[in-house]
């Protein structure tokens, strides 16, 4: 009978430890590009959970025009919250300050601008930034991006290059196997891979290229003007557009080095929608 007690007790702690590491978590607000109406923005708001002392950390190193970026979402936000908007722009500042690090890791929402994915990974990967992105996520905050600032939120973050094609286009021509260039983006999700401008520019042959590489990742395209908000293994769809869930393709195999499989899990879904993905 004790023995019983003690492993039931050993399991409601075990549970209430899973919840709080849970709960202890921040949540992602991953934007496809676009234009971000008001009604979002409110949202990427209301997500964050604002308390009276917090403020915003805009990161824009993956724009050509950081401070133009950062005008419009500042004036944007500004319409939604009165918190103090700071721009921190470690393409050209030192990523090692720990000021600057410091107020990074406490910062309730960090927004990360877009334009080049590529550009932006390579002023924080292996650095003080990326650590206290992270630190920031783990502890409550919202991390937010759009554009290139979706893209970055994959471990394995969609670069647009195709590893058979000698020139960049903007859409896969075809479906072959190894064709997908991936580069390490900053790994908020482990195992989802994010596309963005997805149905705008009718990314399906890329995001179905990263599927076939990736089969055991859930891939999500995003449209323009629309998000997913992630808490935990729950993406819940805000804004005017669509969003795709693929994931678990069935029988995959290649032939003569086109892709092939016989069946793939498909949903299409709109705002308040509500789907899994892997965190």
Not at 263 to 277: A, H, K, R, S
Request: glycine residues 6%; aromatic residues 10%; charged residues 25%.
């Amino acid at each position: 009978m004790k023995k019983i007690y003690f492993l039931m007790v050993a399991f409601s702690l075990m549970s209430f430890l899973a919840f709080a590491q849970q709960t202890q978590k921040g949540k992602l607000f991953i934007i496809g590009g676009g234009t971000r109406s008001d009604a979002l923005i409110k949202d990427l708001v209301n997500t964050a959970e604002f308390r009276a002392n917090d403020y915003i950390i805009v990161l824009p190193m993956a724009s050509e025009e950081p401070d133009t970026g950062f005008k419009y979402i500042n004036q944007q936000l500004k319409k939604h919250t009165a918190l103090k908007v700071r721009n921190f722009n470690f393409a050209k500042h030192d990523v090692n300050d720990s000021k600057w690090i410091d107020s990074l890791k406490k910062a309730r929402m960090i927004y990360i601008l877009g334009g080049d994915q590529s550009r932006f990974m390579k002023s924080v990967l292996n650095t003080p930034v990326y650590t206290a992105i992270h630190e920031a996520y783990k502890n409550g905050s919202t991390i937010a991006g759009t554009s290139a600032g979706a893209a970055v939120m994959s471990r394995y973050m969609i670069t647009g290059k195709q590893l058979l094609e000698s020139e960049y286009k903007e859409t896969f021509n075809q479906l072959l196997d190894k064709n997908i260039e991936f580069s390490e983006g900053l790994g908020l999700l482990q195992n989802t891979i994010i596309d963005q401008h997805f149905i705008k520019r009718n990314r399906y042959n890329r995001l179905i290229s990263a599927l076939a590489d990736k089969p055991t990742f859930t891939c999500v395209g995003i449209d323009e003007g629309t998000a997913i908000v992630v808490k935990g293994n729950q993406a819940r769809v805000s804004g005017d557009s669509q969003v795709i869930r693929i994931a678990n393709p069935v029988n995959l195999k290649t032939d003569r080095k086109l892709i092939k499989f016989s069946q793939v899990q498909f949903g299409l879904f709109t705002n308040g929608d509500v789907f899994e993905i892997k965190p």
